[in-house]
């Protein structure tokens, strides 16, 4: 019978060490994963259950760290970090690639009447413009000239495959977390804090994406 797995892991702060680059990547690379949008309910209401069974102490019989990282990305995919609720499809972190690659896509397939419309241009009266340079070339092969009607899948399709990697790169790029002197904050805020601990200098926060 395998061991018990220990209570000391903190499933509340990412797997991977978010002081690098790397450890931020790993991090976003499985909290976007559009993968998770594809599980049902009860995959998510089971993760949510061992996640919350964990925090209060409770360790399910054989229950692997891995299989217990995965209930916490799967959780944190489409649970609200504060509230604890499960949140609308289209609002997951697992949602940023599909309607992003969706929106996008289908501006730049409607880009060429945008074009047509009042022409935008700098100072020396040149005209302002960024075609997608990928779908211009295809455009010109035989295929897309023979199957039209592939140009906007097309288009939402690449797109979508930059994104996968571009979401959660460019989110790694800087720390969630950021600190902050006691001594900067507002003078009721520090009041509040010495109450609670005198010997407290930095206290930390998530700033967001």
Not at 40 to 48: F, T, W
Request: contains cysteine; proline residues 9%.
């Amino acid at each position: 019978m395998p061991p018990t797995l220990p209570t000391t892991i903190d499933i509340r702060e990412p797997r991977w060490d978010q002081s690098t680059f790397q450890g931020r990547a790993k991090h976003f690379f499985t909290v976007t994963d559009p993968r998770n949008l594809l599980l049902s309910g009860a995959a998510l209401d089971e993760a949510r259950r061992l996640v919350l069974a964990y925090r209060a102490g409770t360790v399910p019989p054989g229950l692997t760290e891995d299989e217990l990282w995965r209930a916490k990305y799967i959780y944190d995919s489409a649970f609200h970090p504060d509230t604890g609720e499960k949140m609308l499809l289209i609002g997951r972190m697992s949602a940023q690639v599909p309607m992003n690659m969706t929106i996008t896509g289908c501006m730049l397939t409607f880009y060429r009447e945008l074009k047509v419309g009042i022409p935008i241009t700098d100072e020396n009266g040149n005209r302002l413009a960024i075609p997608p340079v990928i779908m211009n070339v295809l455009e010109k092969r035989a295929f897309l000239k023979r199957y039209p009607y592939l140009n906007a899948p097309l288009q939402v399709g690449l797109v979508g495959l930059c994104l996968v990697f571009a979401t959660p790169l460019c989110c790694a790029l800087f720390p969630q977390k950021s600190s902050m002197q006691v001594s900067r904050l507002e003078p009721s805020v520090q009041a509040q804090i010495r109450e609670v601990d005198p010997q407290l200098h930095t206290v930390y926060f998530n700033k967001g994406l």
